[in-house]
């Protein structure tokens, strides 16, 4: 008996397992009869009647916008500080005094205007003396010139009284020049700074009084690298923003470009000009340069309409079909994208419209009601953003 079971017992559990798997098979058919198959199968695509198919309540409202031409520019960013076209610090030539201000802190001076004046008396006298120095001495040559011309003095004697007075007048120069430098005048037009000396004061050479600077323009410098320097050429277009004014924009050019590189960072220093009559830009402001090389003309549609997906990207293009408006799903080529628009190499025309708002909302070939946006045109898109 013994032998009958090892003969045939490996043969019996091989039997009831295979008897257990054909009840489990049979098992499951009954039960996808009854229930009516898999239960995790994935919904119906949408039809025509909205997200459910059918019936599936009406046309989505959505917005449009017609395609339409926009200005593009090769973009190159940068930051750079502005400056004043002209700078100055107030110092004076000598040590001296300050016997007078004639400014205060913020007043508009014109060119050659005098804003400060040092103690001088000493000066002024010695200058009063060679004055009266060099009047005899100009008198004794019109006299002697006279007793030459008239053959009465030697030619020794006249080019002697001439040697004087040019000396007399040498000394009245140099005295003049001395009550100059203790004169401080402005070399141009602008704006003064803070006021930072008194009356009465001592002062040296390079102690500073004062600041000037002419704001009517300003220099904005900025770095690029020498691989961008072919954007910027003189005259090219530029919009610089600062941080002080979040909602202006500065427009100007390009003025020069550095003639040299700079071997250890391989930058080139552009200068731009920006208009500053209002004075509203003031040197030393940190600003965002934005060039705006090359503009040309594009088609172009609000990039919030693009649906960019691995293969490409895609546009709901609003298409009239037997009366109604529907959407089709169109592939599209698109260049460059800035200020919130996308450049279409292929794919659309002029005046088609595209959906930019309730893009999530729609599937192709379904009808939809149009709420139609301005056309692409620059500067008259409210760009608006797409919840996802």
Request: glycine share 12%.
């Amino acid at each position: 008996m013994m032998g009958l079971f090892r003969r045939f017992g490996f043969a019996a559990v091989v039997v009831a397992g295979l008897a257990l798997m054909l009840l489990v098979v049979v098992g499951k058919s009954a039960t996808d009869a009854v229930f009516g198959g898999d239960n995790s199968a994935a919904p119906a695509a949408p039809g025509p009647g909205g997200r459910g198919g059918p019936g599936g309540g009406g046309s989505p409202a959505v917005l449009a916008v017609a395609a339409g031409m926009h200005t593009f520019t090769d973009g190159l960013q940068a930051i750079g500080t502005a400056q004043a076209l002209e700078s100055i610090v107030l110092t004076p030539k000598v040590a001296d005094t300050i016997r007078r201000l004639r400014f205060e802190s913020g007043d508009r001076v014109r060119a050659g205007q005098v804003l400060v004046e040092m103690s001088s008396v000493e000066q002024a006298a010695d200058l009063a003396e060679v004055r009266a120095s060099n009047q005899a001495a100009q008198e004794d040559l019109r006299r002697t010139q006279e007793l030459f011309d008239r053959g009465f003095a030697s030619q020794a004697r006249l080019d002697t009284v001439r040697a004087a007075a040019e000396a007399a007048e040498a000394r009245l120069n140099a005295g003049g020049s001395r009550i100059a430098d203790r004169t401080i005048r402005a070399p141009f037009a602008g704006i003064v700074g803070l006021r930072l000396a008194s009356p009465g004061q001592y002062v040296r050479p390079g102690d500073q009084i004062g600041t000037l600077d002419d704001t009517s323009q300003i220099k904005l410098d900025f770095t690029i690298t020498e691989t961008q320097i072919a954007r910027v050429q003189q005259g090219v277009e530029l919009v610089a923003r600062t941080s002080a004014y979040p909602d202006q924009t500065f427009t100007g050019s390009i003025a020069s470009v550095d003639s040299r590189i700079d071997p250890a960072t391989r930058t080139v220093r552009v200068r731009a000009i920006l208009p500053n009559a209002d004075g509203t830009l003031r040197p030393g402001m940190l600003m965002t340069v934005d060039v705006r090389s090359n503009p040309r003309q594009a088609l172009a549609i609000p990039e919030i309409a693009i649906l960019d997906q691995i293969d490409g990207a895609y546009v709901y293009r609003v298409v009239t079909r037997e009366g109604a408006q529907s959407v089709e799903l169109v592939r599209i080529s698109t260049g460059q994208r800035a200020g919130g628009m996308a450049e279409v190499l292929e794919g659309l025309n002029p005046g088609d419209r595209v959906i930019t708002e309730g893009v999530q909302s729609v599937r192709p070939g379904q009808t939809v009601q149009i709420g139609d946006a301005p056309p692409a045109a620059e500067g008259s898109l409210p760009l608006r953003p797409r919840g996802r």
